[in-house]
């Protein structure tokens, strides 16, 4: 069933990426219900399990069907590029109480025994108290699963987001739609995203948030229910290897050549990152990794891209080709 999202003129001119720390931790929650979604997090998952298990998710599962929609005051789009935690989940603890109970109905209706299982919580009769259990499971996932690992996680989306902004000055906001998933097509002003659910919504003039996400695949998000902005959260690039950890690297030409460090280094940047994502993934000091990417950068091997407050780096043509041997 499609979701079809109808552009205007001015909606072309208010399309944005952006990247949320609370949509990644409400879409942790749903992949732990959801295991057609867990193929690339399973060394997440392992690592994670006993910390997972002694968290109570019934609260988030409750409104998170299988089929049907998700109350939007869950995870609204963020505001800016880069939203902090804590002023997301500030936002959904302030969320109206009267207006989160209708939201929040038609997900309950769409999950087997969840009304009945919300009736028993007390949460039809004092939607507050719906909003502080849901806000305390978030917070709990964020602090225990997902803030260890977000450095890593931000690095990623930023560079998916680094990645589709250059392919949007080549191709253009009609070109770049359809790469971003197979899900999604293009065609005279109207992008159309296969999914679950048959919606229909011109944009009004608000135009499009791009938001990557770790924890959404295989499935695309083709928008927000006003009063959010409409929104279209897709898998980012490079999750197949985001909980790879690296192997010592081997005596070759590379090592040989490069030196020990400088050569995982370069290995390592399939995906584009920063310092301190590098120094954890490759058990590094930061200063010794900065020096690296100083010389590799020197070198032409590497570039640099601010991102924000992160410097983001990524290997050259050049440093592709060594690294690859081609």
């Given amino acids: ?7 205007d003129e001015a909606d072309y001119l208010n399309c944005r990426f952006a990247h949320s720390a609370l949509w990644e931790t409400q879409a942790a ?14 060394p997440w998952l392992l690592r994670t399990r006993r910390k997972a298990a002694a968290i109570d998710l019934t609260p988030l599962w409750l409104l998170m069907p299988q089929r049907g929609v998700t109350p939007g005051w869950l995870s609204p789009p963020p505001a800016t590029p880069a939203a902090a935690f804590g002023d997301e989940i500030a936002q959904v603890r302030a969320t109206d109480p009267l207006s989160a109970r209708a939201d929040a109905l038609r997900s309950l209706k769409a999950t087997p025994r969840a009304l009945a299982a919300a009736r028993d919580r007390g949460w039809l009769r004092d939607p507050a108290v719906m909003i502080r259990e849901v806000s305390d499971a978030l917070e709990l996932i964020w602090t225990r699963l997902i803030e260890p690992e977000w450095p890593r996680m931000r690095a990623l989306l930023e560079a998916d987001i680094a990645f589709r902004t250059r392919r949007l000055a080549e191709h253009g906001l009609g070109g770049l739609l359809p790469e971003i998933s197979s899900h999604c097509s293009w065609r005279a002003g109207t992008l159309t995203v296969q999914d679950h659910a048959e ?56 090592t040989r050549l490069l030196g020990r460090g400088r050569a ?18 490759l058990g590094l000091a930061p200063s010794s990794v900065s020096s690296h990417l100083t010389v590799l950068r020197e070198a032409g ?26």
């Fill in 29 to 42: 929650a749903h992949m732990l219900k959801r295991p057609d979604r867990q193929a690339y997090q399973r």
């Fill in 301 to 326: 091997l590497l570039t640099a891209r601010r991102h924000g407050r992160q410097v983001l780096y990524e290997r050259t043509g050049l440093g592709d080709a060594l690294t690859t041997g081609s």
């Fill in 264 to 281: 995982a280094i370069l290995a390592s940047l399939d995906v584009p990152a920063t310092t301190t994502v590098l120094a954890r993934r």
């Fill in 1 to 7: 069933m499609p979701t079809r999202l109808h552009f």
């Fill in 199 to 254: 919606h229909e919504r011109r944009l009004g003039g608000h135009g499009l948030v791009l938001m990557p996400s770790v924890f959404i695949w295989p499935h695309v998000i083709g928008t927000f229910e006003a009063p959010w902005q409409p929104a279209l959260v897709y898998p980012a690039r490079g999750i197949a290897g985001l909980w790879a950890e690296p192997a010592a690297p081997a005596v070759t030409t590379l």
